[in-house]
C-alpha cells in the first residue's frame, strides 16, 4: 500500500505498493470491473482475503479470524512472503 506503518483500523499500509485508490483505477482499466470500484469496497476484498489467509492459522493459535486478517504485523509477513523471490533452497525444510 501506499504508506508505511498501521492505522487504528488494522491495516498494514506498505510503502512498494498500492493504494486503494491505485487498485481500484487498475482493475477498471484492466477491464477487470466493468466500473470504478469504491475505496469501500476494495477494502472490503482485501480484508476478505485477509480473512481466508488466516482461517488455517486462526485454528492453531486460538486467536480469531477477524483478529488475525485485520493484524497490521500479519499483513506485513504476508506481504513480505509473497513479494520474497524464494529458491528451492529456500523452501526446503531439513
Not at 487504528?8 to 493504494?19: I, K, N, T, V
Not at 470504478?36 to 477494502?43: K, N
Not at 489467509?53 to 486478517?69: D, H, Q, T, W
Amino acid at each position: 500500500m501506499a504508506n508505511i506503518g498501521k492505522k487504528p483500523e488494522g491495516h498494514a499500509y506498505f510503502e512498494d505498493g498500492m493504494s486503494f485508490k491505485e487498485i481500484a483505477k487498475h482493475l477498471f482499466e484492466e477491464g477487470d470491473e466493468k466500473k470504478m470500484l469504491r475505496l469501500t469496497t476494495i477494502r472490503s476484498r482485501y480484508i476478505k482475503a485477509m480473512y481466508k489467509l488466516a482461517e488455517p492459522i486462526a485454528e492453531y493459535s486460538g486467536r480469531s479470524v477477524k483478529e488475525i486478517g485485520r493484524d497490521p504485523d500479519f499483513q506485513k509477513a504476508l506481504c513480505a512472503i509473497l513479494s520474497k523471490q524464494s529458491t528451492e533452497e529456500e523452501l526446503r525444510l531439513d
